[in-house]
């Protein structure tokens, strides 16, 4: 089962529901240029996710999350903790992301 949220490209949810429950992940959203009309072969897809609150993960394990995703995706990713975001000092930025990000996963 995959999800399209450009016309240039399909996102294999099994495969990330999967990826999800591996990493504890509780919300999976996308924003940025996958959600746009300026999103290209070359564009990298931008992913905002939520841990579960007991879950903790090391900067290697990041490291690994970010690889195995792009491997999912077949693209260049860049994973954000939304938890990062909602505490971020750039309320623009904030306020952008979460008002425009597209979730595609929720843990049941």
């Not at 290697?60 to 994973?79: H, S, Y």
Request: with cysteine; net charge neutral.
């Amino acid at each position: 089962m995959t999800t399209t949220l450009n016309r240039n490209f399909n996102i294999p949810l099994k495969k990330i529901a999967e990826f999800c429950h591996k990493w504890e992940i509780i919300e999976f959203a996308v924003f940025g240029s996958i959600l746009r009309d300026d999103f290209s072969s070359d564009s990298d897809i931008d992913c905002l996710v939520k841990f579960s609150e007991n879950s903790y993960w090391s900067l290697f394990d990041r490291v690994k999350m970010k690889e195995e995703l792009a491997l999912i995706l077949n693209r260049k990713v860049d994973l954000v903790n939304r938890k990062s975001i909602e505490n971020s000092e750039n309320w623009l930025r904030e306020q952008e992301i979460l008002k425009t990000n597209k979730v595609i996963y929720v843990k049941e």
